[in-house]
Each structure stands twice: as structure tokens, then as C-alpha cells.
């Protein structure tokens, strides 16, 4: 009787140490929506449909509401996927945030094969299908996409500047954004902007000079997708300067790799973590500092580690940890550095 007993205790132990943590739904600590980005084959995954739907208050279509996948080669529509994922969205309760219209780096084969008036005519045509299906159900659009050079030297030349104007394109998908959903709040988003300061700086002058042209830029998206050893100090930096516009802010795509990647790395994994955390505490207490009405929403882009698009392809390693959840669904360090600062 007594082995049996022990048994039970030593069972009992171990599904505790194996269940994992349940954290308190990170929605219900925040006043603005956290939110998260989803594919629609993930729907069908009991795990991430339970943390999706407790923790997130906000929905980001990873890449099935872009036109890699929306535009067809000879320029028909397919909406199968978006809906679905506007559907779910509605379903859930979850706010829809939408991405992207115009992004450098879909040169689309549709629009290679216009010239002149028709591709403009195409253009407006694109963007008036794409934000006003969904008018009246994207409290946001992301309308143009990484207009900014890699480098932080100028903007990218790209299909679309080349045959409207490096700022014309984007003034015109502006325009033609508010003309097809006018409630929506319509972002200029980039990445690296806290990373990289010559490109933060860049990207807010083109800000600047969008407005001064009559843009209707609603708003600033900052990717986030954060490179762990740059300076402390240099993420509050770029989120004070963006917020002198009194635009909304959204923290869009948040990721964290703990890889360095091309070189050998002499890390502990506990000073990777330490540094993870310190960056994304940093930008999560730099987002709560802003005016409450330019708290659009703080995007992390995927639910857990193994859905982000860092562990993806031939480089993973199976051992990077960018995300709030690990494969178990168990809550990361990650996790605690924004639900810390939330909760502050």
C-alpha cells in the first residue's frame, strides 16, 4: 500500500512539473488591444486557438490578407483566406487589424505587365477592393509597407515608385485607402526603426513630409522586431520621437530572437535571456508611457515559438525562443517581461 501510495504522490509530481503555468490572460491586463498574428490553418489547433483567444484581444492576417495572396497572375481575386480570417475574427471577438496593401517587396506579376494610365487605374482598383471589403470591420489598415531603404539611406526603389513617385505612391494609397474605408486608421509600418537609428529617424521625416502633403496618415507601425544587444535606452528613444505626432502608435509585429546570427556567439543562454527581456521590458514601459490615446495596440507576431516566422526553414535550429509562449504553451521570460510592464 504504501509503494502504491508513492507511486500516486510521484505521478501526481510529475504531471505538475509537466503541466504548464497558467498565466493570467494577458488582454485583461492592458486598457488598449494586445494582439497577435494568425494563418488560417492554425484555426484547426485546439492549443493555439485556446492561447490565441485568452491572451489576445486583436487578430493581424500573418500574410493571407497581402497581395501575394489576394492578387492572382491575371489580376482576379481570391478572398477565401481573408474572410476566413475576418470571420474568425468576429467570431471571437477579436479586433481586426489589417496588412498590407502596398508592400515593396510583392512587385506583383499583375502589375509588371501594366504601364501607363492602366496601372494606376489598377492601382486605385487594388486598394479600393482590398480595404473596402473589409470597411467597417479593420479598425486598421497597414496601407504602406517598409518604404524605407534597409540601410536607413532614403526609401526603397520599387515597382510602385518607379511608376507613381517615391512619395506619390504612397500619398496615393493614402488617399485611396481613406476614399474606400474612412473609419479605418491607416499606418505607415517599417521595421528596424528602434534597431537602427538612421532608419528610425528616416522613417519619421517621411512621416513628416506625408503629412505636410495632405496624406491621411492616421498612424506609426513600428515592426519591433527587436535585435536583443543594441543599446538599453535606444527603443524608449525612437517611441518618444515617434510620439511627438500625436499619431497613434502600434507595436505591429514584436519578435525577439535569441540568435546571433553569422558569427560565433559566447552567450550563456541565461545572458540572452537577460538581454531579451531588458529589450522587450523597454519597449513594453516605453508604449505604456504614451498618452493613452495613442496606445493603438501591442502586436506580438505569433502565439508560440514554434509559430513564428524565425523557425521557419533550413537555418532553425529548433532552439530560438522569440515569443510569450514556448511549444508547450507554457509562458516565457518573454512573457513576464510584458506582463510586467503591463501591470505597472
Known amino acids: 500500500m504504501a509503494s502504491t501510495l508513492a507511486l500516486a504522490a510521484c505521478d501526481r509530481n510529475a ?9 493570467p490572460p494577458l488582454k485583461s491586463l492592458a486598457a488598449f488591444p494586445v494582439g497577435t498574428c494568425a494563418m488560417t490553418g492554425q484555426f484547426d489547433d485546439p492549443q493555439w486557438l485556446e492561447l490565441a483567444t485568452r491572451h489576445f484581444s486583436q487578430l493581424t492576417p500573418e500574410w493571407e490578407m497581402k497581395m ?43 502589375f509588371k505587365s501594366l504601364t501607363g494610365e492602366r496601372f494606376g487605374r489598377e492601382y486605385d482598383r ?60 491607416l499606418f505607415l509600418n517599417d521595421y528596424n526603426l528602434e534597431n537602427n537609428p538612421r532608419k528610425g529617424a528616416t522613417f519619421l521625416r517621411l512621416v513628416e513630409r506625408l503629412l505636410k502633403a495632405g496624406a491621411p496618415v492616421g498612424g506609426i507601425g513600428t515592426q519591433s522586431h527587436l535585435d536583443i544587444e543594441i543599446p538599453a535606452g535606444q527603443t524608449a528613444a525612437f517611441i518618444r520621437e515617434a510620439a511627438q505626432f500625436g499619431l497613434p502608435i502600434h507595436v505591429s509585429e514584436l519578435d525577439a530572437s ?12 541565461k545572458q540572452k535571456r537577460d538581454q531579451q527581456t531588458a529589450r522587450v521590458a523597454e519597449l513594453t514601459e516605453a508604449f505604456m508611457a504614451l498618452p493613452p490615446a495613442q496606445r493603438y495596440a501591442f502586436t506580438v507576431w505569433g502565439v508560440r515559438d514554434t509559430d513564428s516566422w524565425l523557425r521557419r526553414g533550413d537555418k532553425d535550429d529548433g532552439k530560438d525562443s522569440p515569443l510569450l509562449f514556448d511549444a508547450s504553451g507554457a509562458p516565457t521570460p518573454m512573457f513576464d517581461a510584458v506582463a510586467g510592464a503591463f501591470s505597472r
Open 258 to 269: 535569441l540568435r546571433r546570427d553569422g558569427a560565433f556567439d559566447p552567450r550563456t543562454p
Open 68 to 110: 501575394e495572396y489576394i492578387l492572382l497572375a491575371d489580376g482576379r481575386r481570391r478572398w477565401d483566406a481573408p474572410d476566413r480570417i475576418a470571420a474568425f475574427a468576429r467570431g471571437h471577438g477579436l479586433r481586426l487589424h489589417a496588412t498590407t496593401l502596398i508592400w515593396y517587396a510583392q512587385d506583383h506579376p499583375w
Open 126 to 185: 487594388w486598394i479600393a477592393d482590398a480595404a473596402g471589403r473589409y470597411a467597417g470591420q479593420a479598425a486598421g489598415w497597414d496601407v504602406v509597407n517598409e518604404p524605407v531603404a534597409e540601410d536607413g539611406d532614403g526609401l526603397r526603389d520599387c515597382l510602385y515608385s518607379r511608376a507613381l513617385g517615391q512619395d506619390g505612391y504612397m500619398i496615393r494609397a493614402f488617399e485611396q485607402a481613406r476614399a474606400a474605408d474612412p473609419q479605418a486608421v
Open 15 to 23: 504531471a505538475a512539473q509537466s503541466a504548464p503555468r497558467v498565466a
